[in-house]
Structure formats: C-alpha cells, structure tokens
C-alpha cells in the first residue's frame, strides 16, 4: 500500500516565520473563514439567521 502521508517539499528543517510572515498566514486564514461563513449563510438563511438572534441575545445579556 503506497505511503498516504501528504509530501510536503518544506519537510526539511527550515528558519522560524517571521512575524509577517505569520500575520500574511493569519490574514488569509481569516479571508477564507469569513467566506465559508458567508456561504453558509447563503446556504442556510434560517439556520444563519437563527445564530444572528443568539448573537444579539448574548451581547444583550453581557454585562460590562
């Protein structure tokens, strides 16, 4: 059975990210979140809808 492990070329030991490089890494990763969270609501607009609601209560109820 052939080995199923994704190769990776970067498997090497390699420099530590730099701060950028870890913000540009986080700022995409956030893109991406907000995109399927949208097309989610797209999908389901009771179910996005009903999450909205639970949202609004919580920040109602929160005391400062």
Known sequence: M???KPSR???A???PETAAQRR???AQFLRDLME???LRD???PRRARAA???QQMRMRTFRW
């Open 2 to 4: 052939p080995d199923t």
């Open 42 to 44: 797209r999908v389901q």
């Open 9 to 11: 070329e970067n498997d």
């Open 24 to 26: 540009a890494r986080r």
């Open 52 to 54: 909205r609601m639970r």
């Open 36 to 38: 399927a969270r949208a």
């Open 13 to 15: 030991p390699q420099q």
